[in-house]
Every structure is written in structure tokens, then in C-alpha cells.
């Protein structure tokens, strides 16, 4: 069964600091990874993807990929009060375009200290 | 461009009774795929239509049914309610040249 592990938090970060958020996956035939923001009682929001090993930037959020590892990580530079939220990471298929479904972990709940 | 639209935003249902969803993809986007969200099992995928076929689906009762429409509006059921199917229940739509998902507002679904 494809799983995909997160830390619930809450994690507690201070404005302006960096915010690292991590997790593992079991099924090493995803190929596409999926970071997403979903505040109370809203629907989740696409902060960035990954496909490749390595990092991928994009503003103030880098995506990071370890394949071997099985480990997928965002971090958030200069964090700000508005980034308190749940971060919930997805894992793809090995189909692609969506029909395989994401695997979704329980998200890890993050708190920035003004 | 218009996001995902789901109808309704907020259900009450009593069990026993059914309920249908509606959502409507972002414009040119084939591929709907539908969610349940609860506080105890996270966002569990529910099933994907593509060209108003089912291409997968997940770990469900047939309770759960879905269909999808020529212009790629989907519709899902849940017949027979049961209280643990309150939950917030998401629409994703995708596009044909990636994988990524994005998500309409939801329709809040109450059982009492």
C-alpha cells in the first residue's frame, strides 16, 4: 500500500526564519511530488511540484527531492505569519497525468511566531 | 481563467439518504478526480475520470460512484449515507500534459 509519511506538528518556526518541512514515501514508482497549502477550512493549494532529484526554487520555497532516499522536503525562507497552515505532501503515480491519484500525507501543521 | 467550481459548498444529510456532487474542472482540463478529506484518514483518493471513463479508483465501498460528462463536469454519489461519511469532499481537476492537481473549495458534507 502506497504511503506517503509526514510529522503532524505542530512545528513552530519564528518570523523570518527558514521552515523545513519533510517527508518519506513508500512506493518507488511515483515520479512526481506535490507540496500543498491548505489553511483551515479552505481546500488545499499547490505551492510547488518536483519531479527530478535535487532542489527546485521557486520565490521563497524550495522543493527538494532524494529519490534513494525515498524523502521529499519544502522549505520556506523568510517565513511570515500568513505561511501558518497545514503542509500536506502528495505523491504521483508512475502513470503520470493524473490518473493514478495522489497519495496524500496527513500534513504537518505549521505555526510562525510573529 | 476560472478554477475548479464545486456545487454545493455545504450539505445536511440524515443517513440512509444519498447525495450527489457536482464540479466543474478548469476549462480545458480532462481529467477530474475526486477526494474525501476527514480529520481522522487525511485526503483519500476516491476515483479519476478522464473522457467520461473511470480510469482508477480507490480504496471505497461501492457506495462511492462517480461519472464524468462530455464537457468534463463530474458528478459523484454516495448512496445509503452513513455518519462517517461526513467530511469535506474535494474536486481536483488536471491537465493533459502534467499531473498537477488543482482543487476546487470543496463541498462540506454533514450526515447527522
Known amino acids: 500500500q502506497k504511503e506517503v509519511e509526514q510529522n503532524s506538528g505542530p512545528l513552530s518556526v519564528p518570523e523570518g526564519a527558514i521552515a523545513s518541512l519533510n517527508c518519506t514515501y513508500s512506493?518507488?514508482?511515483?515520479?512526481?511530488f506535490f507540496w500543498y497549502r491548505q489553511y483551515s477550512g479552505k481546500s488545499p493549494e499547490l505551492i510547488m511540484f518536483?519531479?527530478?532529484?535535487g532542489d527546485k526554487e521557486d520565490g521563497r520555497f524550495t522543493a527538494q527531492l532524494n529519490k534513494a532516499s525515498q524523502y521529499v522536503s519544502l522549505l520556506i525562507r523568510d517565513s511570515q505569519p500568513s505561511d501558518s497552515a497545514t503542509y500536506l505532501c502528495?505523491?504521483?503515480?508512475?502513470?503520470?497525468?493524473?490518473?493514478?491519484?495522489?497519495?496524500f500525507g496527513k500534513g504537518t501543521h505549521l505555526i510562525i511566531q510573529p | 481563467k476560472a478554477g475548479v467550481t464545486q456545487t454545493p459548498r455545504y450539505l445536511i444529510k440524515t443517513r440512509g439518504q444519498q447525495v450527489t456532487l457536482s464540479c466543474s474542472p478548469i476549462?480545458?482540463?480532462?481529467?477530474v478526480s475526486w477526494y474525501q478529506q476527514t480529520p481522522g484518514q487525511g485526503l483519500q483518493f476516491l476515483f479519476e475520470?478522464?473522457?467520461?471513463?473511470?480510469?482508477n479508483k480507490g480504496n471505497f465501498p461501492g457506495r462511492f460512484s462517480g461519472r464524468q460528462f462530455s464537457n468534463s463536469r463530474s458528478e459523484m454519489n454516495v448512496s445509503t449515507l452513513e455518519l462517517g461519511d461526513s467530511a469535506l469532499y474535494l474536486c481536483?481537476?488536471?491537465?493533459?500534459?502534467?499531473?498537477?492537481?488543482?482543487f476546487g473549495p470543496g463541498t462540506r458534507l454533514t450526515v447527522l
Open positions: 481536483a481537476s488536471t491537465g493533459t500534459s502534467s499531473d498537477t492537481q488543482y
Open positions: 512506493d518507488r514508482g511515483s515520479q512526481s
Open positions: 518536483i519531479y527530478s532529484n
Open positions: 502528495a505523491g504521483g503515480g508512475p502513470s503520470g497525468g493524473g490518473a493514478d491519484g495522489l497519495t
Open positions: 476549462s480545458g482540463h480532462r481529467s
Open positions: 475520470y478522464f473522457s467520461e471513463t473511470q480510469r
